[in-house]
């Protein structure tokens, strides 16, 4: 086992603990007004969860896992379709497990097993270019999850296991006949999406995108206050727990989706371009070690964390600065989320694991 362990890129555990130890502090000040700071303490134990977790994943061939990976995908759909009539209502929605003090979001789990499954089932196949006969498996793994998700309804988390899987098939090569009819069926959808499928409040916060201050009080609130805190940090911040949108509650869900916003206000432009650098760094080297990995497996595996990651980033910083509607997704290792947090760590661990083991063929 000493051998894997020496082959660990240590600059990359450097970046992920910065990550980590920013989004932890920032956590802190995002719920100072909290005198419990339970949000502090509970995500130091998701990160301790998440390592231990993760470990396994890093330990064991990646490959030896992957032929088990059929069940660790059916467990999660197990659990989607369990939360639908065990999870609680917690804001007009049943997307958690309660036990105690902690949620568990099996969604998050969704999106990690989907991604190990789909991954597999495309390094079994013998074409180079997937035809619509070979996409029949792959798609039924993507939509079942995210139907369910939908279900609970959280459509922002459904839509994300979609674009995930979309970018796994993409990497992997689509012929262009399926493309381009993806591609029209995909408009078709968005308009059937929103005439009989999107709820009230979803189409509010599409519509808040397009113009939050067409209902500042309301569905355009988030935005609003989003990019007062962020254009408020000025190049050098208001300092810690100086931040005024922050410490008056003015910004909704700061320690979640808006966690980043309370980062920009307090630590400005020259914080904000540390941060960014820092998922650059993470980012490039996933692809490296999906580039160089020596089997299909490892290959696509390290793509399809890696687009998880890039998509999930992009998406919340988009989202923060009114680029993107307000769909409810976090800031990888940074935003206060235990599930998110725990299946991050674990699919860290895969990329590791699949980095080091290139030297081992």
């Known amino acids: 086992m000493q051998g894997i362990k020496s082959r660990i890129n240590y600059n990359i555990v450097v970046v992920i603990f910065l990550i980590v130890a920013f989004g932890i502090v920032n956590i802190y000040s995002a719920s100072v007004a909290d005198n419990t700071h339970r949000f502090f303490y509970h995500q130091i134990l998701w990160v301790i969860a998440g390592i231990t977790a993760g470990y396994p994943f890093f330990k064991i061939d990646y490959r030896v896992i992957g032929k088990y990976s059929i069940w660790l995908y059916l467990l999660s759909i197990l659990l989607l379709a369990g939360v639908l009539f065990l999870g609680p209502r917690i804001k007009g929605a049943h997307r958690w497990y309660v036990l105690g003090p902690f949620s568990f979001q099996p969604s998050e789990f969704a999106k ?8 597999f089932i495309l ?3 013998k074409v180079e270019t997937l035809d619509l006969p070979h996409l029949l498996i792959p798609s039924i793994v993507i939509f079942l999850p995210a139907g369910l998700v939908l279900l609970q309804p959280d459509l922002g988390t459904s839509g994300l296991i979609i674009l ?3 970018g796994v098939l993409l990497i992997y090569g689509i012929s262009k006949r399926i493309l381009w009819t993806s591609v029209a069926s995909g408009i078709a959808g968005a308009v ?6 999107l709820k009230g409040y979803q189409r509010r916060r599409i519509l808040a995108f397009l113009n939050p201050e067409s209902d500042p009080l309301g569905s355009g609130y988030h935005i609003i206050q989003s990019k007062i805190a962020i254009g408020s ?5 208001k300092g810690f727990l100086k931040g005024t949108q922050t410490q008056l509650s003015f910004l909704p869900e700061q320690h979640t989706d808006f966690a980043f916003s309370v980062f920009a206000e307090e630590w400005g432009f020259v914080g904000v371009f540390f941060i960014f650098i820092l998922y650059l760094l993470l980012i490039l080297w996933g692809i490296d070690v999906a580039t160089n990995a020596k089997d299909k497996l490892g290959r696509i595996l390290a793509y399809g ?3 998880h990651l890039f998509i999930q980033v992009i998406i919340n910083l988009s989202m923060i600065t009114g680029a993107f509607p307000v769909v409810g997704i976090p800031l990888p290792l940074f935003s206060y989320g235990g599930s998110s947090t725990l299946f991050f760590f674990t699919e860290l661990a895969l990329l590791f694991n699949i980095d080091a083991r290139r030297f081992m063929f």
């Open 112 to 119: 990690f097993a989907m991604i190990f499954y789909l991954s």
């Open 233 to 237: 940090g000025g190049w050098f911040g």
């Open 123 to 125: 390094s079994e196949e």
């Open 164 to 166: 995930i899987g979309a």
């Open 192 to 197: 059937i999406l929103w005439k009989f499928i």
């Open 305 to 307: 964390i890696v687009v």
